[in-house]
DNA sequence: GCCAACGTTGGC
DNA sequence: GCCAACGTTGGC
């Protein structure tokens, strides 16, 4: 069971949007990175949803409800999506500010590359976020 | 609004 | 294959 962070502006699908909705299809990711971390989640992986630009705080939990597949919307190239559920609003969401405060969170990769929009996190960091969250 | 960091493109 | 130039992203 891994866990992971998807990046999102508000502007563009905010989380509350995506809770009324239940499930999106993840598509779009047009980054040879991100298509790693995207082709290595299984379903039943855990995401945590991050809002960038208007808040810059993870908002809410999601997770993996279809394993990566061809991306419908890329015209050209060899792109892939995923299916995410959304499960809950943190019920406190956990700022960016909060998170390179705190030393054990230093290595997280939205510190260290913050415009990877897939990204890996650690079993002992989402446990500290999840906990950070409460 | 600015700028640093990152990724991509294209000339050599 | 290298690297300068450019475009984009996102934090501040």
Redesign the pocket.
Known sequence: MSWWLV???PESYAFAQFLQEKKTLWTGV????ARTNLRAMKVGDNVFY????E??EIVGLAKVTRAAYPDPTAEEGDWVAVELQAVKALAHPVT??AI?KTKALQDLV?V??????VQPVTLEESQLLLKMAT
Do not use: A, M
């Open positions: 990046k999102q502006e047009r980054n040879y990175q991050y809002h960038s630009g808040g810059k960016l500010v390179k939205l260290r590359n913050s415009r990877l929009s």
